[in-house]
């Protein structure tokens, strides 16, 4: 069985850095693009950052570049988020998601697999 388990969240001053784990199992082959995401109460679903494995290419959401770095270790089976300078308005549950094939962008809906979530908050 595929699962994807989020793991780093907590609460977090402005100003304050966390980093977000990734770790999936249950693959036999190793997924292409895995992502963040992120969602806030009464806002939509955003992308923030993916990965290419294969590619080794990155993205990321405008409002995150140059605070965030996502990263992937142990043959590709664990995804990291890494985030510096946290402000209030980074404060939302952060889902990891993952998906096959070439294409590797910031829109959730591509994405197949999803984990539960690990909240941030970040308080002013």
């Known amino acids: 069985q595929v699962q994807l388990v989020e793991s780093g969240g907590g609460s977090v001053q402005a100003g304050g850095s966390l980093r977000l784990s990734c770790a999936t199992s249950?693959?036999?082959?190793?997924?292409?693009?895995t992502g963040w995401f992120r969602q806030a109460p009464g806002k939509e679903r955003e992308g923030v950052a993916v990965?290419?494995?294969?590619?080794?290419?990155?993205l990321y959401a405008d409002s995150v570049k140059g605070r965030f770095t996502i990263s992937q270790e142990n043959a590709n089976l664990t995804v990291y988020l890494e985030m510096n300078s946290l402000k209030p308005e980074d404060t939302a549950m952060y889902y990891c998601?993952?998906?096959?094939?070439?294409?590797?962008?910031?829109?959730?809906?591509?994405?197949?697999?999803w984990g539960q979530g690990t909240q941030v908050t970040v308080s002013s």
């Open positions: 998601a993952d998906r096959a094939g070439t294409w590797c962008g910031l829109a959730s809906v591509w994405f197949e697999s």
């Open positions: 249950g693959y036999t082959d190793r997924r292409d693009c």
């Open positions: 990965i290419h494995a294969g590619r080794k290419t990155k």
